[in-house]
């Protein structure tokens, strides 16, 4: 149930509280799981919750006048005075129904899109520091300087169009600059043979790292074809070649793997990678490999 169903489950709950106050405002047993559960709604439930992460100040006023009439409805059933009660915690309730409407369901889904955007901005960043020093390790070739620019294009323009409120647009490009930025890495790491022969302790290792690192590729290119599908939802056919080839080399590497052959399904997937690349190249994103 999402955070919208789970409002609207309390809103039919608080009506139902309000509807049968009256009837029940004698009877003393009642009135105290009442207080209760106005309490629950006032302090934990889905509306309390969406009030508390509201930035509604009208919506937060109305869980504290909530809050004031539900300790009235206490004070007056321990006097005695079971109706007085019952009208309080009707009140209580209604201003928490008041106080969930303010609060705006789509204003926190919005602050919580740009928590997640400003964390993936974050780690972007690490990605794109570790890079530019691998980089620069390996000599600062043409094409991680490529990629270092795209990488840092996309961070512009997503932060662009995050600060217009534009976040359902910003989220793209920030996942196309972080897997960017992660497949760079990994493509400059490979340069480093000893580095490689160091890291697998056999062709299974090294099957698995190839098969994470494919998978890592055609992730960008989903990333990357977002926006950029036609009416029909196709592949622009520059691209589609090199995605069909390696979507077949990497089925080819799958099935000698389970075949026991490894050292053959890390050859094929390696093609089939090199294929992604073309792809993403073609699709104007700038990698080394």
Partial sequence: ????????????????????????????????????????????????????????????????????????????????????????????????????????????????????????????????????????????????????????QQLVQAQELAAAGRLAEARPLIDRAYLTARVSIETLRRGDTLVRSLNFANKREEYDYELDRNETHRLLITVLLADRKDAAGAMPAGMQAFVDKATALRGDAEGQARGGDHAAAVRLLEDSTRELVRAIRSGGIYIPG
């Fill in 1 to 152: 149930m999402n955070t919208r169903q789970r409002l609207c489950c309390t809103l039919i709950l608080c009506g139902l509280l309000v509807a049968t106050g009256a009837a029940r405002a004698q009877d003393r047993d009642q009135l105290e799981r009442r207080l209760g559960s106005v309490a629950t709604l006032i302090e934990t439930s889905s509306a309390a919750r969406q009030i508390e992460a509201s930035n509604e100040a009208a919506a937060r006023g109305k869980r504290e006048s909530a809050r004031l009439i539900h300790r009235e409805a206490v004070a007056s059933l321990r006097a005695g005075d079971a109706a007085g009660a019952a009208r309080l915690l009707d009140q209580a309730t209604r201003e928490m129904v008041d106080g969930a409407r303010l609060a705006r369901p789509d204003q926190v889904h919005g602050e919580k899109a740009l928590r997640d955007f400003n964390a993936r901005l974050d780690s972007v960043r690490a990605l794109l520091g570790a890079q530019q020093r691998i980089a620069k390790e390996k000599g600062g070739t043409r094409e991680a300087t490529d990629a270092t620019a795209s990488i840092e």
